[in-house]
């Protein structure tokens, strides 16, 4: 044994990482498992579109991290590559309403954005439907995180108008996949009776994964991203067990082997071990908030920043320091407190309140400290 105390230490210029990119939230694997069923029910699908008719529509449904976008995505570039069926994702918490949907569906289609300004919904939706019988396309449309539609009262419109793109242009030919991670939101009841009458679509539900297919899936993460036995199986159980306690959502394991793996390197070390996993978790853990946080808009970080400050209170108080900041009234006021608790963010419970009806105490679901960290 080598006396020398450098020896497994990394030097300046070296790193754990074989591809750090394999841990990036957004890196779709080559290999998708444990999804075989869904995969096949998607493609049942979507095949109606290959032989040029519209394809069925579809739910895909289940909990956060548990590969439905992935599926999606996978799907679409097969579609791309193999076909000529037009695909188009939309990142709903990004667009949030029927004219910015549709702005990035014009984007789509045209390779080009539309005007900032000066034109109609009508003459928006208009020209894509103009283009797609122009080319004798058929467009499969996935509205992702969906359940941001609802969130602003925009999905009843968004889905009527692609549902009924048929009947306002002749020959247009859309299908729509919309993906929910929201598993309170019950899509088929939470929309308008006239939508609900032509939205009868397949149903895919996504399972939460167990902990033995976390650690097959991010096996091979580590087999790609870190270089040979830097991460044992100790190790990867252990990520495996703390990925499960937060759900099964796989974007924590993937972030805590990176942030793992970036602790190690901080020693120096070329191996990956588990006080770098524990070390990495009390950040890993809050992936869920980052994302909520990064997808609302001033208003409502300003709101989420109060409630942190104040360590929660009563609506009517809280609302004050709120309007302070930002010279909204009550009902939008309201329309943000509902929105963060559909998101999960905070409770927004009734309680009576002596001589004055009923109020609402607002408190948060997370770490006052660790919400301002990432506002």
């Keep these: 044994m080598s006396d020398d105390p450098e020896e497994g230490m990394l030097s300046w210029d070296e790193s754990v990482f074989r591809d750090e990119h394999v841990f990036e939230i957004d890196h779709v694997p080559e290999t998708f498992r444990h999804r075989d069923s869904q995969m096949e029910s998607l493609k049942y699908a979507l095949r109606p579109a290959v032989r040029g008719s519209r394809p069925l529509n579809v739910i895909a449904r289940g909990p956060p991290g548990t590969g439905k976008t992935t599926a999606v995505q996978k799907l679409f570039s097969e579609l791309r590559a193999q076909t000529d069926v037009n695909v188009a994702r939309v990142n709903c918490q990004v667009d949030s309403t029927r004219y910015s949907v549709f702005s990035r569906l014009f984007e789509h289609v045209f390779e080009y954005e539309p005007p900032a300004s000066g034109i109609s919904f009508k003459k928006l939706f208009g020209q894509i439907t103009d283009k797609l019988v122009e080319e004798d396309e058929v467009l499969a449309v996935a509205l992702d995180d969906v359940n941001y539609l609802f969130y602003e009262g925009e999905a009843s419109e968004t889905l009527y108008s692609l549902l009924r793109a048929h009947e306002a242009h002749s020959g247009a030919k859309i299908g729509v996949i919309v993906i929910s991670s929201d598993l309170d939101l019950d899509v088929i009841e939470a929309l308008d009776s006239r939508v609900q009458s032509v939205f009868r679509p397949e149903e895919v539900y996504f399972n939460k994964y167990g902990e033995r297919e976390i650690v097959d899936i991010l096996q091979e993460r580590v087999e790609r991203g870190f270089h040979e036995d830097a991460v044992g199986p100790t190790v990867l159980d252990r990520v495996a067990e703390l990925t499960a306690e937060q759900g099964g959502d ?18 120096a070390s070329r191996i990956v071990e588990r006080e770098d996993v524990e070390e990495a978790y009390d950040k890993s853990k809050y992936v869920h908030l980052s994302r909520h946080l990064r997808g609302l808009s001033d208003s409502e970080q300003a709101l989420v920043e109060v409630l942190a400050e104040e360590q929660g209170g009563r609506a009517g108080d809280i609302y004050e320091a709120f309007h302070d900041r930002s010279d909204l009234g009550y009902t939008r006021y309201s329309e943000i407190i509902n929105k963060l608790d559909q998101l999960d963010i905070i409770d927004a419970e009734y309680t009576s309140v002596d001589g004055r009806g009923r109020s609402r105490d607002l408190t948060l679901k997370y770490d006052a400290e660790a919400v301002l960290e990432r506002l």
């Design 250 to 267: 796989l974007r924590v394991g993937i972030d805590l082997l990176r942030r793992a793996g970036m602790h190690a390197e901080m020693r």
